[in-house]
């Protein structure tokens, strides 16, 4: 008798909706006490960076943990040039150092998990096909224990690490994050 519901959804970008963003800004807005998310690579648009400062601005404890991957180096780059800000408005940032890591999970408040195709990349948000399903409940317990696995492998990322980056590598993330809006 338990109070468990799985929702699937897909998403598709001929759509004039925006269902994947949609419930992602819903998911983040309805936090009450924590959310990580885990993603291969980010590109916030305004709206979900908002979403997560906000979140943590209001006492909501916000993780984000993503894949360093060698071989990603764009990616690598264009994430780190969000962490800067997100650090300093009080997000935990951190790499994951267990290997190769394309696990895309958003759990908020231990209860509701969405796991999808969709890495935080505005692009991905709208231009792309996605699915995804929604967990809530008791079944959440399996996300609970990757989440906590990922983090276990994972290195916080402090703003002094982002203050020793090499100049081209902080012009690089610029560019990229240029690059990113129009992609």
């Known amino acids: 008798n338990t109070k468990d519901w799985v929702l699937p959804y897909s998403t598709n970008p001929v759509s004039l ?3 994947n963003k949609n419930i992602l800004l819903s998911l983040l807005n309805n936090a009450k006490d924590n959310i990580c ?27 984000l943990i993503f894949s360093q991957e060698k071989e990603r180096k764009r990616e690598r780059i264009l ?7 997100l650090i300093k408005e009080g997000i935990e940032v ?15 408040d231990n209860m509701i998990s969405l796991v999808s195709t969709n890495n935080l990349e505005c692009s991905y948000t709208y231009k792309h096909f996605n699915a995804g399903v929604i967990v809530y409940g008791e079944g959440n317990v399996l996300m609970y224990n990757e989440k906590r696995d990922i983090l276990n492998n994972s290195q916080i990322v402090t703003i002094k690490d982002l203050q020793k980056r090499k100049l081209n590598e902080k012009i690089r993330a610029t560019w990229n994050k240029f690059i990113a809006i129009f992609k």
């Open 94 to 108: 951190y790499e994951y150092k267990g290997g190769k890591m394309s696990t895309k999970l958003i759990m908020v």
């Open 79 to 85: 994430s780190r040039s969000y962490f800067y800000e």
């Open 37 to 63: 998310i885990t993603t291969t690579y980010l590109a916030l648009d305004d709206e979900l960076k908002n979403a997560l400062i906000v979140a943590s601005k209001s006492g909501i404890k916000v993780k």
């Open 17 to 19: 909706e925006h269902t």
